[in-house]
């Protein structure tokens, strides 16, 4: 996959397309499975969970840090960790 940028923003974004070229199928409780892995958070999009679980975000604070270029591949490798984990115990 690439990434012009490297950024978390960037992935997400693909892995939102690649979703939505897929009918929402890849997806699918995602979001769910997440809040319940943060331990809460139900109203938050699947991406900042990701970065909560990931501990590179306090969503209780409301404030986004800017992550440096460790902290991105960081993020983007651990998103995808989790879109990996998710699918197995799905299926």
Same mark, same amino acid.
Request: net charge negative; no cysteine.
């Given at each position: #996959?690439?990434?012009? &940028? /490297?950024?978390? @923003?960037?992935?997400?974004?693909? $892995?939102?397309?690649? *979703? %939505?070229? #897929? @009918?929402?199928?890849?997806? !699918?409780?995602? /979001?769910? =499975? +997440?809040?319940?892995?943060?331990?809460?958070?139900? &109203?938050?999009? =699947?991406?900042?969970? $990701?970065?909560?679980? +990931?501990? +590179? %975000?306090?969503?209780?604070?409301?404030?986004?840090?800017?992550? @440096?270029? $460790?902290? /991105?591949?960081?993020? %983007?490798?651990?998103?995808? *960790?989790? %879109?990996?984990?998710? *699918?197995?115990?799905? !299926?």
């Amino acid at each position: #996959m690439f990434l012009p &940028n /490297q950024s978390y @923003d960037e992935a997400s974004a693909f $892995v939102l397309g690649y *979703d %939505i070229a #897929m @009918d929402g199928e890849v997806l !699918r409780g995602f /979001q769910e =499975w +997440l809040s319940i892995k943060a331990g809460g958070g139900a &109203n938050l999009h =699947w991406s900042v969970l $990701v970065l909560e679980i +990931l501990l +590179l %975000i306090d969503t209780r604070t409301g404030a986004r840090i800017e992550l @440096d270029a $460790v902290q /991105q591949k960081a993020a %983007i490798e651990g998103l995808f *960790d989790l %879109i990996f984990e998710f *699918d197995a115990e799905r !299926r």
